[in-house]
């Protein structure tokens, strides 16, 4: 009893003070931590010329230009830039157009269906919805930024956009808040679209692109798409996209003019610059019971010179843009259809994660991205269980191992070492053995104490020597 006694005493300290070997990737870069005294500010900047507004934490820089339909203009996180402005129309406002679209790039909200064929399609180009000088107002800022961007209400599609988002001082994540509202005197349906360019230009050569550039999802596994993914515009063959073993819907960029649409279910997309290993996680809610336009709930648009076929069978491959090449990519989430009567409103919420990955891209968790999927082995020799696996995290804090037995009992847990999202998570991570254990998952607790969920569970494989 006494040796008992010592040993499960031994474990106790031991958990305390486990024997952990976590690092970080070679291209991650070891920073300090943001403190409880950080803050979030709001303040108006000069950005390429034009008169914005920018909103930053010890992670982020969010640059709005409220004049150009309230676009998100840019995102800089970690001094990486994720988003394409396009330098034709730096600093520019040009009025609203029926006619033409002025492609300033960025974030904004769109319009869904698109077409010119009755009043309930939506013709786009940069009328008054995509190009409308929009209010900003500050609502908040200190340990929580809050803004709000409210466009113009639109005569033709009866729609007013507000647009609220959200920055607190302690983390990268981005919260959107979009408020549709029926401005007119009479029902309308239509669903609202987060649209995202991605600069997708090489980053020593901006005329040339960027050749490790992806974007993921998850596929639907009872997709209403054949091929579990739908070619709207675009050669059907297209090497760039695939559906892999797993389910993973990966999309290569290469400057060919395509759109991808999935009615994926899982909530949400990724992109993932392999070259320098930034990437951004947008996250959705997904309704099983609402229609979504052409089932589409996610679509991915791959810019640049076309491939069309004509009515009297010819072929041509022309690119709508004038030199230097236009180099992005758009990754767009899609509310459900809504119907609205006059003065209601609809609410489509957002979040964004920007993190560490790069092209072994595997997945996402409510805690971060998967790399490398979590692994679990037991040194039964040793009394010792190694963890290894590889992750993006969406939140500064702590990894902690929790412990189960095979029939599912908790049996506590061990703390594992510091993690930051503008660092990779290489885990090579050795604990003691508490006996009996039969799966392990891996959680992440942020800097406030509150679990944000697992990076991954598995069960515990055995091993009789060392690995």
């Known amino acids: 009893m006494k040796k008992a006694k010592f040993l499960w005493r031994l474990a106790a300290i031991l958990t305390l003070y486990p024997a952990t070997f976590v690092h970080f990737g070679a291209y991650a870069q070891q920073k300090p931590e943001a403190t409880a005294a950080s803050s979030c500010l709001v303040e108006q900047i000069n950005y390429m010329g034009w008169q914005a507004q920018q909103v930053a934490n010890p992670w982020l820089k969010l640059i709005f230009v409220p004049q150009n339909g309230g676009r998100l203009m840019q995102v800089i996180f970690d001094g990486h830039p994720f988003l394409f402005v396009n330098p034709r129309y730096a600093g520019k406002h040009l009025p609203p157009s029926n006619g033409e679209w002025f492609n300033y790039g ?49 005569p033709q599609t009866g729609l007013q956009f507000t647009r609220i988002v959200r920055l607190a001082a302690d983390s990268p994540r981005i919260n959107f808040h979009a408020v549709i509202k029926n401005a007119s005197g009479h029902p309308i349906e239509w669903s609202v679209q987060s649209v995202s360019q991605y600069n997708t230009a090489d980053a020593k050569d901006s005329l040339r692109h960027n050749q490790n550039f992806w974007a993921f999802s998850r596929t639907n596994s009872s997709s209403s798409y054949l091929n579990r993914y739908h070619v709207k515009f675009g050669p059907a063959e297209n090497t760039a996209a695939q559906v892999r073993e797993n389910g993973l819907f990966a999309v290569h960029y290469v400057p060919l003019a395509a759109e991808l649409w999935l009615d994926s279910n899982d909530g949400w997309l990724a992109t993932v610059d392999g070259d320098s290993r930034y990437a951004m996680v947008e996250r959705f809610r997904y309704y099983d019971t609402k229609q979504y336009p052409g089932k589409a709930s996610v679509i991915f648009w791959t810019n640049g010179p076309q491939l069309r076929q004509h009515p009297d069978g010819t072929t041509t491959f022309e690119s709508p843009d004038k030199e230097p090449p236009v180099l992005y990519m758009e990754a767009e989430l899609n509310s459900p259809m809504v119907r609205l009567e006059p003065r209601e409103s609809y609410n489509f919420d957002t979040e964004w994660f920007p993190t560490r990955a790069d092209k072994d891209f595997q997945g996402v968790t409510d805690a971060g991205v998967i790399l490398k999927p979590l692994h679990a082995v037991q040194d039964a020799g ?86």
């Open 106 to 154: 960025g974030d904004k909200l769109w319009v869904l269906p698109e077409g010119s064929e009755d009043e309930q399609h939506w013709a786009g180009n940069s009328d008054l919805l995509d190009d409308g000088p929009f209010e900003f107002q500050i609502l908040s800022q200190g340990q929580r930024c809050e803004i709000s961007l409210t466009g113009p209400a639109d």
């Open 382 to 467: 040793a009394g010792k269980i190694r963890l290894v696996g590889s992750f993006g995290v969406f939140f500064s804090g702590k990894l902690v191992v929790h412990f189960y037995e095979a029939g599912g009992m908790a049996m506590g847990t061990q703390p594992l070492s510091q993690v930051d999202p503008r660092n990779a998570v290489l885990l090579q991570t050795t604990v003691i053995d508490p006996g009996r254990v039969g799966r392990i998952s891996l959680h992440l607790v942020d800097s406030n104490g509150l679990d944000r969920g697992a990076l991954g569970e598995v069960p515990l494989e055995t091993s009789t020597g060392n690995q």
